[in-house]
């Protein structure tokens, strides 16, 4: 009996279970246990994704043996030699260590013990790593702290995996040099305690590491500190971070891109939470918010499971991720919630964990599966309360079809948020039609400023005239400062899904991002024969402004019902700064008084902007790629709605899918917008009433009271002589 | 017995198959017997693709039969009621014809009886179609005489397969004022004739529905007609068709665009004059020419089956087009050629006839299929001696991916082709790595001209500099003038596809696009650890010039070799005419004394080209879409490589695939090109010598004689005081 064995013994009733003489017998404690270890190696055949999934890992780890076991001093910078290969190193560690699992043979776990015992030679003696940047909290193996954190948690599930079979002198070397060496830098040193204590997702990823940790060492102390905080007060750590990081809905503020990144540890480390403090019941944490958390940032995809880009966000990301996979998985096992399966099935793999096996086993009984995609009204902010994002989501007449509009009055999501209050997208299917640039960066691509974020990601993609919105003489939201941002967020004001296949709706203001200014928008999908979206942004103020909404649209133009000035023989840009400098304006157009509209082509489908303007309206076609000298932004596509000189003002549009374009069969239908008026009936300071006519004579009308009403108020409203009366916030009258 | 029996049996003993009586026993004579229906009928569980393609056809049936049968009087243009309504009819009549041979419910004979008794009623007392057009032949039907020729070719194929269930009376009727009146006006009237007896596409219509018309009606006179020509002559007609439209290996000359749209008329006839004339051995005919025009249009695409877009083509079109289901349905019947089923397997349909019965029982037992993608040197002209095309393709590292070089030296291809000499295409798998812009239309969209082609389709898509060719003094070949074009051809002078995995090489020269310039260019795909293109274009001329080397490449620009001087605040066009005015110049590079090198991203690949420069060199990077007031072009991306005042100039570049970006696992290699020198080591009137060498010191030599000589001929050289001796046209020298 060593000295772990007896401290092991000291712990509390609670913790006897994490002891050494336990663990000798029961095997591995986190994800995967000897018994669920045992069923997949029974079922590699007839639980098809299961076969495939360990015959991936069982080949890396083959290859793995094959090679020399190399631990090499940190020099590199990401993407450099020693940074990848402790990268490759930690998934090496963990695939062999799965590989030991499941086929019982020992030179897999031979493989993970000497390669841990390398790194118990060199790891404790290591510096900072020497590439390490001033901003970012330094690691040893790597630049940044947050790689060591990825590192530990493989690693430590790698150990966990194959513990059983190592001496107990060489356990104790490993422990001793890997992994509490390890765990105290990365929670206890100069370097580590503030991202430990960060309610931030490198927070997540310390003490994912830290707390599992603990439980293969059997170390209560650890587990505590990453469950609440170095300090143990509860005031960081992961149960804090559950509490803030997501919304009561499930919905992270720096967007899908970074959840998706983020639900990685959040889900591991509950699992092994779950497996050995079961009484903790973390999967009913705070309402469980984690299958919400799940839920949510599978829905925030298009029809291919493809991210919506707000913020900073690459648009390659799908739910096909490895993050997502253990995400789906442990989600699939804890809350045996068959609507994720068609996730899982999309995915077409599985964690070989405990989880990973329960899903292939479903899946393997499960018929063809479609993953159903909702309407949504997710609030943002830890209380709920910090604005939120609407999804609207029809069907169009063509069954295979669903529009989905994205509109966000979300708080900033802080650094990697972009100004895009109010922002709207459209997207069909998986076709951006009204879209958002997301990050300009090529990930890991040297020849574009060593692959991280570019300069234009600041100067374009985070400014507001990047966004469908509404910008406010040629200035950004907040002035582009994300900081002031941070503190400020829109406010929901009324929305409405319950009746989804007639009305989808919701409302939201916008009090800060422009001094004295009040924005207020109003979303509706409203089903028709082909549904539409009526755009109502409502801009006031004592002062007058220059009032720019914007629409970055994908596709052809096909042709506009306004005649327009091209530029055919020069361009010039449409500003000199806040992401106007790179817009080249290809056209000014003379709007009419009534409707103006924009046609384009996306793929097989017609789109129409129609909006209500005057004599003094002015519209832009535009094209990104001004001021852009090493030719690092893509060449998109915006049209603009350009109101001068005024306090409020009111600008009603309706975006319309229509028709059809076949090339196969050369078949073209509907190819013009079928709205034949817009009016704006009225706008006061308490109501808003608009009324969109098509050239079939049908009529909707809407109309709403702008701010939040109790559901049973009874509004009233006198228009042309015509009496309305409604209760609760709006009404829509079709005729 | 009626008259028409009378004149059957009156026909030669060739014709008395075709009498009435034989008719009566064994329904339809054309693509389908009753023997076959009886088959698909009994097969249609079994075989998945003829129960599905039936299946459709027997939807469109069933819906067709709900509705009033409604022959409208012709009135409108193409994309207009009365057309679309037309068309709409004999798609009908041909979906209830197989419907009723393959079920044997009377109600769709009865349909097509009835809708033909419609047709009957007002056929023959129509004028010409009032929306037809000076330029072209008019129909009755519609507005040009090919859509009336297709309504034949499926009236005639609908009414073979109900003719047993008609009343001798209607018979009467539905032939005399439909068939024999519809037949009369296309080949006899002063509108159709001269159609009929074209050596165009227009005529292979012509002559399909006459002829088979003839099979019907058992009227030998009006088969013989069809085939021969009007005068019987043979100097028309679908055998002369079959000998000048297609080149020996296969190829049409107005390129694989126009191709797909003739095979149709050309193998349904051939298939109904097999049927019916065994003893002409069609498909024989000419060695077995159609199976070559079949085998080489499918071989004319990207991995994706989509044609490549050379001449005045649309990119939206593939070989899963109805017409190719036809052809390669009737190719594989008569051919029993295995190589074409997986292309059948990816059309994922057949036709309802004997050829897709065979067919559809040929894929039900087969197991999954690849269609194999052939490099392959195919002559154009009648005799094969009009210049060509060559296809070089290679798989890369990537076992999925091929790379696919079209080197173009074919003819003009009549008014549809391009002045695109010497032009090169790439493609890596379906993506187009150096494109071709096709055609500037939006079929049939009403808003884009009418649906037809646009005026940038002459002034940008069919100029050379829309091309990836050389351009002299900034004028297109021919000065843009296709019928002068069209009297000359460029000439193969040597190629060599005999070891694929090392070398594909075809070397060809113009000698007639402009006065006294002689082009020649030379392009070698070779064999490396990833293939690479050597591309070495000569111009010769007694007068100097300005040599314009343009690519327009696919993707985003990844860096420069070279410098250069954005154009951040004013964009102005490349030129004021022949295309030059519709690019913006976006950047003016300064070349290097050297190599100067251009990279790009598409999709998970990195392209570079090398091109030997010297300090006076200018480089350019342009886009598309100046002088286009109408928003008609597509905004793609250009890279020009200028010479001035040369006489002769040699251009030298390397154009290299390279590395890989993989934004799931988010890993980048090989983001550089790893050209590290081009030399010229010798250029005079009979030798080019050129060498490339790589960072890894590797190098690689051509050598060759410019003009074509014998395969025995030895050729000596000395560069550089070595000296080298080869037999043949080339030698390559790897180290």
């Not at 503020?253 to 480390?269: H, I, N």
Request: hydrophobic content about 35%.
């Amino acid at each position: 009996m060593n000295l772990k064995t007896i401290k092991a013994i000291g712990l509390t009733a609670l913790f006897v279970v994490l002891s050494e003489g336990v663990f000798a017998q029961s095997g591995p404690v986190l994800l995967l246990s000897k018994k669920e270890a045992a069923a997949i190696n029974s079922h590699l055949k007839d639980y098809k994704l299961m076969g495939k999934s360990f015959g991936k890992i069982k080949r890396t780890a083959d290859k793995a043996l094959e090679k020399k076991i190399e631990v090499p001093i940190p020099s590199d910078n990401g993407g450099g030699y020693t940074h990848e290969k402790h990268k490759q190193n930690y998934r090496e560690l963990y695939n062999a260590g799965l590989a030991y699992q499941v086929t019982g043979e020992r030179k897999y776990a031979d493989f993970v013990e000497k390669m841990l015992l390398e790194y118990a030679k060199v790891y404790p003696g290591l510096p900072l790593h020497p590439m390490r940047k001033q901003e970012q909290n330094s690691g040893k193996l790597f630049w940044q702290g947050l790689n060591d954190c990825v590192w530990l948690v493989h690693g430590i599930q790698a150990y966990d995996l194959v513990r059983e079979n190592i001496s107990a002198g060489n356990r104790t070397i490993i422990e001793r040099d890997v992994f509490r060496s390890m765990a105290a830098f990365l929670s206890e040193s100069d370097s580590g305690k503030d991202t430990f204590n960060k309610i931030h997702n490198h927070g997540t990823w310390a003490v994912a590491g830290e707390g599992m940790t603990g439980y293969v060492l059997g170390d209560k102390d650890m587990v505590d500190r990453a469950l609440y905080g170095s300090a143990k007060d509860k005031k960081t750590g992961f149960l804090k971070q559950i509490e803030q990081l997501f919304s009561p809905d499930g919905y992270y503020s720096e967007g899908p891109y970074y959840q998706r990144y983020a639900l990685q540890p959040f889900m591991v480390f509950a699992e092994a939470i779950n497996r050995n403090q079961p009484e903790l019941k973390i999967f009913d944490y705070r309402g469980q918010v984690l299958k919400k958390a799940v839920n949510t940032v599978l829905q925030l995809t298009d029809s291919k499971g493809y991210f919506f880009p707000i913020n900073d966000a690459l648009k390659e990301k799908n739910f096909m991720t490895e993050e997502l996979v253990f995400a789906t998985n442990i989600a699939y096992e804890n809350y045996n919630d068959p609507a994720i399966l068609p996730v899982i099935s999309q995915q077409n793999e599985v964690t070989v964990s405990g989880a990973g096996l329960k899903a292939a086993e479903a899946i393997q009984q499960a018929g063809k599966l479609d993953y159903i995609k909702n309407p949504m009204v997710i609030a943002d902010g830890p209380e709920g309360k910090s604005g939120g994002l609407s999804l609207f989501r029809m069907p169009t007449k063509n069954k295979d079809e669903q529009l989905t509009a994205v509109f966000k009055y979300a708080s900033q999501g802080m650094g990697h948020g972009h100004f895009d209050r109010l922002g709207i997208l459209l997207y069909n299917n998986d076709k951006e039609i009204l879209q958002d640039y997301g990050a300009a960066r090529f990930l890991n691509v040297e020849s574009k400023s060593g692959g991280r974020y570019l300069d234009e990601n600041k100067t374009w993609a985070q400014q507001s005239v990047a966004h469908n919105t509404v910008i406010v003489d040629e200035e950004s939201h907040y002035k582009g400062d994300w900081k002031a941002a941070e503190k400020q967020n829109p406010e929901l004001q009324f929305s409405d899904i319950s009746n989804p296949e007639t009305l989808q709706i919701t409302s939201a203001v916008e009090r800060n991002a422009y001094p004295g200014v009040l924005m207020q928008r109003t979303v509706a999908m409203i089903g028709a024969e082909t549904p539409f979206i009526l755009d109502i942004f409502t801009l006031r103020s004592d002062k007058a402004h220059q009032y720019d909404l914007n629409f970055m649209y994908s596709g052809h133009i096909m042709e506009t019902a306004f005649k327009y000035d091209p530029a055919v023989a020069t361009l010039t840009p449409m500003g000199k700064t806040n992401g106007y400098e790179h817009l080249w304006k290809l056209a000014e157009g003379r709007a009419n008084v009534g409707v103006s509209k924009f046609t384009w082509l996306n793929d097989s489908r017609f789109y129409t902007i129609s909006t209500m303007t005057d004599a003094n309206t002015k519209l832009f076609m535009t094209r990104l790629g001004a001021a852009d000298p090493n030719f690092n932004l893509r060449n998109e596509s915006g049209y603009m709605v350009r109101v001068g000189d005024r306090k409020d003002y009111t600008f009603v549009s309706v975006i319309e899918p229509h028709g059809s374009f076949d090339p196969k069969l050369e078949s073209v239908q509907d190819p013009h917008s079928k709205v034949a008026n817009i009016s704006l009936l009225q706008q006061d300071a308490s109501y808003t009433a608009v009324r969109v006519t098509f050239t079939n004579k049908e009529t909707y009308t809407l109309l709403f009271a702008n701010a939040a009403t109790a559901p049973n108020t009874t509004h009233k409203l006198s228009i042309e002589g015509k009496k309305y009366e409604w209760k609760g916030n709006y009404t829509v009258i079709k005729k």
